[in-house]
């Protein structure tokens, strides 16, 4: 490991990304095709090494994100295949997500006349391309999209007239797949079903692209594939809930957190440990101190809970998390020394520390953890068992 990566880094598996893509493959239907959602970076894995990972797959059929922005850093990496924006998109953004052929998520009538005019515009400068559209359904999540009624209908037969626009999907999103009470869940894909039946049949057009499962859906709701599926937090080997059934597919965590013992000590009874003297020593113990903190992302709400590993052996966070150091009780672990390495997420031996343990002990969840691991986090790729590449935000400065 690159001597500069040891106060900390993040090792994310592509190996175990493509395992769990392969997994959640045979769980779905066999023309339903995959779009990776790799938004917020990659849910903080990395998005640009992970969609050149997946690119090449024949059933991975693109990839979803959540901003404009994060759609141009896929096409300026070389990334090909679909990129669809799940979020709003704003005006100023429109001619280059035409030209880069980036699909738009859309479901306000002005969107559809303003993209109109983008395109006119373009076309005039000799760039023939059309807006390549998704139309959002709002079937419960009240977030964003058109509602399944004669006025969401209006608004898609004004979308598949409007010059200049091709509608290539339509897709709404799960409040609460990911609970065991599926009611809800199974109301929200009936109301998409219909919905886009009646289009087909008030139009005689079948949009090409019908989508509406996240990770929760693939994993329980084999009735609602369609054409496609949007897999996110799966893709990471991370679990949607604690209510999702573990046993229907295989999920490998990609990524695990590591850095290193810098300092060892031993304290008396009495001594505080770290700010605000929330722990104090009833006896005398032997105290490893680790040079990462919540400025990595590592959250603060681990103050006097939570494990790390090392040795293969877990050894308690004592007192807050500072910002960029912590400190942890060695007194059981003799053999640790200067220099060892701690693992804060992932497995070290027979123990394991996953993102979903530290996501409920922090008070946070998974997700969010993942998400806002630290631009001060150096990330390396593994492929086929060896470090194919590496990310570090400081060298772009
Ligand atoms: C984030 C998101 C997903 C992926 O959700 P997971 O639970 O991570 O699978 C799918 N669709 C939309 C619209 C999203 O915003």
């Known amino acids: 490991m690159r001597e500069d990566y040891q106060r900390i880094h993040a090792r994310v598996s592509l190996d175990a990304i493509l395992e769990n893509m392969e997994s959640m493959k045979a769980n779905i239907a066999p023309g339903t095709g995959i779009m990776a959602v790799i938004k917020t970076d990659g849910y903080g894995h990395g998005a640009v090494p992970i969609a050149r990972a997946l690119e090449p797959l024949d059933y991975c059929q693109g990839f979803a994100v959540a901003t404009a922005e994060e759609a141009f850093i896929l096409r300026r990496a070389g990334i090909r295949k679909p990129v669809l924006v799940l979020g709003f998109t704003f005006p100023y953004s429109y001619r280059r997500m035409i030209r880069e052929e980036i699909r738009m998520t859309v479901f306000l009538p002005e969107t559809l006349s303003e993209l109109s005019g983008a395109v006119r515009e373009l076309g005039a400068?000799?760039?023939?391309?059309?807006?390549?559209?998704?139309?959002?359904?709002?079937?419960?999540?009240?977030?964003?999209?058109?509602?399944?009624?004669?006025?969401?209908?209006?608004?898609?037969?004004?979308?598949?007239?409007?010059?200049?626009?091709?509608?290539?999907?339509?897709?709404?999103?799960?409040?609460?797949?990911?609970?065991?009470?599926?009611?809800?869940?199974?109301?929200?894909?009936?109301?998409?079903r219909n919905f886009t039946d009646l289009i087909e049949k008030e139009t005689g057009y079948k949009i090409p692209i019908r989508h509406c499962s996240n990770s929760a859906g693939i994993v329980e709701l084999p009735e609602a594939n369609m054409d496609m599926v949007r897999a996110g937090i799966t893709l990471y080997g991370l679990w949607p809930s604690g209510e999702v059934k573990r046993d229907i597919i295989a999920l490998h965590p990609a990524l695990s957190l590591h850095s290193r013992i810098v300092y060892i000590k031993e304290i008396g009874v009495g001594d505080e440990v770290s700010y605000g003297g929330i722990f104090r020593a009833s006896s005398k113990m032997r105290v490893a101190t680790i040079p990462a903190g919540y400025g990595d992302g590592y959250p603060r709400g681990l103050s006097g809970r939570g494990d790390v590993l090392i040795r293969g052996k877990r050894a308690a966070i004592l007192g807050r998390i500072c910002m960029d150091q912590f400190m942890v009780d060695v007194t059981q672990i003799p053999e640790a020394a200067m220099g060892d390495e701690v693992t804060l997420i992932g497995r070290d031996g027979e123990e394991e520390i996953t993102m979903e343990q530290l996501g409920e002990l922090s008070g946070r969840f998974n997700y969010e953890l993942a998400c806002n691991l630290g631009k001060r986090v150096p990330r390396v790729y593994i492929k086929g068992g060896g470090v194919l590449c590496t990310r570090d935000w400081y060298e772009d400065f």
């Open 125 to 192: 400068q000799g760039a023939g391309k059309k807006a390549r559209i998704h139309i959002k359904v709002d079937t419960g999540m009240n977030r964003i999209g058109i509602r399944p009624d004669a006025e969401g209908l209006s608004f898609v037969k004004e979308a598949l007239d409007t010059d200049g626009i091709q509608v290539e999907g339509i897709f709404t999103h799960f409040a609460r797949a990911d609970e065991t009470d599926k009611t809800a869940v199974r109301h929200q894909l009936d109301s998409f």
